[in-house]
């Protein structure tokens, strides 16, 4: 169920083994989610396809040079 009455998603972390900078972080969450929403996924795995992404972002220097491609959030989803 979708709309105002709905249950609120819940998205545990993904844990980064080590934060380097969390420059960025949110706007890649939001972007991913975002994307991951616009491809189909429902809302509940694109909130985890977005937390994957954030915790591949903070383990990087940087806003923009930290921001993982698809291929690298599937990758880490793959050994969740």
């Known amino acids: 169920m979708q709309g105002p009455k709905a249950a609120p998603l819940r998205q545990a972390c993904v844990r980064a083994p080590k934060v380097v900078d969390t420059t960025g972080a949110g706007d890649c969450f939001t972007a991913a989610f975002a994307v991951a929403v616009l491809e ?38 793959a050994r969740l």
């Open 40 to 77: 189909g996924l429902e809302p509940q795995s694109a909130l985890l396809f977005a937390s994957a992404a954030a915790s591949i972002c903070v383990q990087r220097p940087g806003a923009i040079p930290s921001l993982p491609t698809a291929d690298e959030v599937e990758a880490l989803l």
